[in-house]
């Protein structure tokens, strides 16, 4: 069993930026490929972007390549999502998710309960 839990989001500017945390609970954090979500008002909740547990590789939507960057401490049990060059459409729900065999948009052992990211002038 994993527990999740995000931090970091809020209201921010066109072309500002915000770092989303994740802390996990257990002992096994460096064994799950970690991933991050959005969902939109009225859309369907999408993949944003994943690294591995194995060799760190990372995996992005094509929306937000070059502009944001996931990351991992294994050592604090936490995955970051770094987000620059923030745009309106990236406002969302942002979910953090833990799955032990998928790395990408299949993933989603675990969820954690959200942060609201709004990106408004």
């Known amino acids: 069993q994993v527990q999740l839990g995000e931090i970091g989001g809020g209201l921010v500017q066109p072309g500002g930026s915000l770092r989303l945390s994740c802390a996990a609970s257990?002992?096994?954090?460096?064994?799950?490929?970690m991933g991050w979500f959005r969902q939109a008002p009225g859309k369907e909740r999408e993949f944003v972007a994943a690294?591995?547990?194995?060799?760190?590789?990372?995996y992005y939507a094509d929306s937000v390549k070059g502009r944001f960057t996931i990351s991992r401490d294994n050592a604090e049990n936490t995955v970051y999502l770094q987000m620059n060059s923030l745009k309106p459409e990236d406002t969302a729900v942002y979910y953090c998710?833990?799955?032990?065999?998928?790395?990408?948009?299949?993933?989603?052992?675990?969820w954690g309960q959200g942060t609201q990211v709004t990106v408004s002038s």
């Open positions: 257990g002992r096994t954090f460096s064994r799950y490929h």
């Open positions: 690294i591995s547990s194995s060799d760190g590789a990372t």
């Open positions: 998710s833990a799955d032990r065999l998928e790395v990408g948009a299949q993933m989603g052992d675990y």
